[in-house]
């Protein structure tokens, strides 16, 4: 069965506290591997998505990265507006491969 | 281009009663999905879609039905609510491209309550 874990599953920083998200997974095969924000009262926001293991991708202060078990959210100087919920999620490359298999999201806060 | 619409943004039923979530998305997307999301949980598949007429269960169908008679919408259909279907419902949509990279595009969710 196809798993994924984030941790922590809360998270608060200072502005300007550089930190990482987790997301560890297990998957039959993976086609690829999608990070999500998540706005309170909102759906999910693309981010990024990650194919295999060695790509990064950067977008402002967030960067991701991905290893054959886990892959990181590495988030930079980070500011209050940064403040969500972020959410990864894997797609198999086997057995109904069209679906999106979520963690559970950690909530970052970033005060001022 | 609206993306993926989702109607009403807030319900509130009473134990027995049913409805129907609308999902509609204007991206000619192929596929579409039907996740619930519980406080401090992950999103969860309820049902998806392949294309116009096919359909099958995700992780935890029972209590809900879905239909697809066209590309564009994807209703869920709720028969006989319970307490245990309070949730925050969201539908999402995707493509597949030349290359088998998918994209997916959520809406902006149902909030459910059943009493």
């Known amino acids: 069965e196809d798993q994924v874990t984030q941790s922590p599953e809360a998270l608060r920083l200072q502005e300007g506290e550089s930190s990482s998200l987790n997301c560890s997974y297990t998957v039959s095969g993976l086609r690829g591997l999608f990070w999500y924000r998540q706005d309170p009262g909102k759906g999910p926001e693309f981010l990024f998505t990650?194919?295999?293991a060695g790509e990064e991708k950067e977008k402002e202060r967030l960067k991701a990265t991905l290893t054959k078990k886990e892959s990181f959210l590495h988030i930079t100087a980070p500011k209050p507006e940064d403040s969500a919920t972020y959410l990864c999620?894997?797609?198999?490359?086997?057995?109904?491969?069209?679906?999106?298999?979520f963690g559970k999201g950690t909530k970052l806060t970033v005060n001022p | 281009n609206a993306g993926v619409t989702q109607t009403p943004k807030f319900r509130i039923l009473k134990i027995g009663q049913s409805m129907t979530l609308q999902c509609t998305q204007d991206?000619?997307?192929?596929?579409m999905y039907w996740y619930r999301q519980d406080p401090g949980m992950g999103l969860k598949l309820i049902y998806y879609s392949v294309g116009a007429g096919i359909t099958d269960k995700g992780e935890v169908p029972n209590g809900y039905n879905v239909s697809r008679s066209t590309t564009e919408d994807f209703p869920l259909r709720l028969e006989l609510a319970a307490p245990s279907q309070t949730s925050v419902y969201f539908c999402a949509s995707s493509y597949r491209d030349r290359g088998d990279k998918y994209g997916y595009t959520f809406g902006s969710g149902t909030r459910l309550t059943v009493v």
């Open positions: 999620a894997v797609q198999a490359s086997q057995g109904g491969s069209e679906k999106l298999v």
């Open positions: 991206m000619n997307h192929n596929y």
């Open positions: 990650l194919y295999s």
